[in-house]
């Protein structure tokens, strides 16, 4: 099967629209459709969210989200995409029917196509980032993953409706056909995260390549914590860079992390042993005072993609290095910083971004966050 396009949730393969009539018990609420969730995350102002959630129509529930008299949350381009992911996971996790549906796509490229989004959807003439598609597809990997979904799903979706209070309807509109939203904001950060209790030693070995067990995962949905701060303070266990196979010294970010823990300094070893260089998609972990330093090598050079590697190269690197860190079964929270592999090293950062939620979303036994300098 090649692709699937959709838009609308009266017509074809419209199950996978936001707008399409199936309840969600998310948080111990339950809303109409996704839309509702999705727009109501915007804001952390809980009566404001009621207010959406009381609304039946998903069209109503999008005009709500659009407004700016009420604050918008200062992180919500951050975690939109979480807040997507979440919803959708839910709605497929507890409708039966809509889970098979999905799954009965295949290997199929889900698309929305529609002029109106250029995020969400495809813009109409495939230009558009069809991050909507890209989150269904990640859902349904996902669930193919998980096997059969518990048999009690169906019946807490019930329950819960059946229990939630009924704050009543103002009344319906239209669906107008327009299933996400583009508006832009301004970024924000996230702070006071909860941190696990810190181990009195590590049991971390410097080495390329990280213990074969997986540890078991949990449900639920991991969200990625985006922090204001310097990575060298971070409250997390561990803090992670990215590294090339072949310098001999430090510069930016790795020397500042070497200068602090020596024992991590890649680029001297090679230096001392220059037969025996880094191989790129290798992870090594290096025990340390407060963090555990985690060497990243997903580039073969220094500085931006040459002939002999490309940029999509040096991403399946990093998704290779971002395995073996989920493999650790000692690792239970890790820092990355703002922009890794980006910059001078010539990635995108909507790829790499997109990979390390990814990786959380994959183990919600890991902490993750994000670090970035304040302006």
């Known amino acids: 099967m090649g692709a699937i396009r959709f838009y609308g949730h009266t017509k074809p393969f419209g199950f996978m629209s936001n707008f399409y009539p199936a309840k969600v018990v998310i948080d111990g609420h339950t809303w109409p459709t996704t839309e509702h969730y999705f727009q109501a995350m915007k804001f952390h102002d809980k009566d404001y969210q009621a207010q959406i959630r009381k609304y039946s129509s998903p069209s109503t529930a999008k005009k709500l989200g659009q407004t700016r008299a009420v604050k918008l949350r200062s992180d919500w381009e951050d975690v939109k995409y979480d807040v997507m992911y979440k ?5 497929f996790t507890q409708h039966a029917d809509l889970r098979k549906q999905l799954l009965d796509t295949g290997d199929a490229k889900l698309i929305e196509h529609t002029r109106n989004d250029r995020v969400w959807g495809d813009g109409g003439d495939g230009t558009g980032q069809n991050k909507l598609g890209q989150v269904l597809m990640e859902v349904r990997r996902e669930l193919r993953e998980k096997g059969p979904s518990p048999a009690h799903a169906a019946h807490d979706v019930a329950k819960a409706t059946d229990n939630a209070d009924d704050d009543g309807d103002a009344g319906d509109d239209d669906d107008d056909g327009e299933e996400g939203t583009s508006s832009t904001t301004t970024a924000g950060t996230t702070d006071g995260v ?10 971390f070995v410097a080495k390329d390549t990280a213990p074969s067990t997986s540890p078991t995962r949990r449900s639920g949905r991991n ?3 985006y922090k204001t701060g310097d990575l060298l303070k971070a409250t997390e266990q561990c803090i992670a860079h990215q590294c090339n196979a072949v310098s001999t010294y ?15 300094d890649l680029y001297t070893k090679q230096h001392k042993q220059a037969s025996k260089k880094s191989k790129p998609g290798t992870t090594q972990f290096h025990a340390g005072k407060p963090h555990c330093v985690i060497n990243m090598v997903a580039q073969r050079s220094p500085g931006r993609p040459r002939a002999s590697e490309t940029a999509e190269q040096r991403l399946e690197w990093f998704k290779e290095c971002l395995a073996k860190i989920a493999a650790n079964k000692d690792i239970e929270s890790v820092a990355f910083p703002y922009m890794i592999g980006c910059g001078l090293a ?13 990786f959380a979303a994959r183990n919600p036994h890991i ?9």
Do not use: H, N
């Open 87 to 91: 919803a959708c996971l839910a709605k």
């Open 194 to 203: 909860p941190k696990r209790a810190k181990r009195t030693m590590l049991d």
């Open 367 to 375: 902490q993750v966050a994000i670090y970035k300098l304040p302006a």
């Open 346 to 358: 010539g990635g995108k950062w909507e790829d790499y971004k997109a990979a390390i939620a990814s």
């Open 223 to 225: 969200v990625v914590q």
């Open 250 to 264: 430090a510069k930016g970010l790795s020397k500042v992390i070497f200068s602090r823990y020596p024992q991590a």
